[in-house]
């Protein structure tokens, strides 16, 4: 079975400053994928980034950047600057394709970030 | 680009009533799945289905079913509403040869 966690449930910063949530993962699986999604109040699932379990480098993307460890199970997301419209729940997933799951995804619970002005 | 669209988007019933949830993945996506996410949880996988025959399933009620079609379009059959079964509904889309699925907006579903 697949595992998330977001050990963070709520996150409560100051705009400009850096913010960093955690994902740690769980999967049988040798090759599985990895995503963050952003939930602004509106509703809608934002994709944010995917990464493989074969491809550890660490990517930046604008104010956006994400630490994959194999060796921690860990996918965790900073965003530099924080603006007040970063503020949403973020949820970490991870999809693979053991015993016939086909990739759906496998949500943690989500971190409520509140960036404040 | 298309999109995934979901219709419709808000939609309000009465306990006991009947819903369906209508979703047109994006054009020659031959996979789909709908997700239920209730107030302040994570979205949940309910069911999938690739080439119209459903490819796994989830966590979903016996008052729920749910098919693909012919053009690939899919809809979630909801009876017998319970107040619990308010929740934003997801569905969405792939190619079998593609492991990212794109997500539709959402159907908030109201039950009262």
């Known amino acids: 079975a697949q595992k998330v966690t977001q050990a963070q449930t709520e996150i409560s910063v100051v705009e400009k400053e850096d913010v960093t949530l955690d994902c740690v993962y769980e999967?049988?699986?040798?090759?599985?994928?990895l995503f963050w999604y952003k939930q602004p109040p509106s509703g809608e699932l934002v994709f944010l980034i995917r990464r493989n379990s074969f491809d550890e480098q660490n990517e930046i993307s604008g104010r956006y950047s994400w630490n994959f460890q194999k060796s921690t199970s860990s996918f965790n997301f900073t965003i530099t600057a924080s603006q007040v419209v970063d503020s949403a729940v973020y949820f970490c997933a991870l999809s693979g394709d053991s015993g016939g799951s086909n990739y759906k995804l496998t949500f943690g619970k989500g971190t409520l970030l509140t960036v404040n002005p | 680009a298309a999109g995934v669209i979901q219709s419709p988007r808000h939609l309000i019933k009465e306990k006991r009533e009947t819903a369906t949830l209508k979703c047109y993945p994006i054009p020659r996506h031959d996979t789909v799945y709908w997700y239920q996410q209730g107030p302040g949880q994570d979205p949940q996988f309910l069911i999938s289905?690739?080439?119209?025959?459903?490819?796994d399933k989830g966590s979903i009620p016996d008052r729920f079913s749910a098919q693909q079609f012919s053009d690939y379009h899919s809809e979630l059959n909801m009876s017998s509403l319970e107040l619990g079964d308010s929740a934003l509904y997801f569905c969405a889309s792939r190619t079998i040869r593609n492991t990212e699925a794109f997500f539709g907006q959402g159907t908030r579903l109201t039950v009262v």
């Open positions: 289905f690739y080439e119209k025959m459903q490819s």
């Open positions: 999967t049988r699986d040798t090759t599985y994928y």
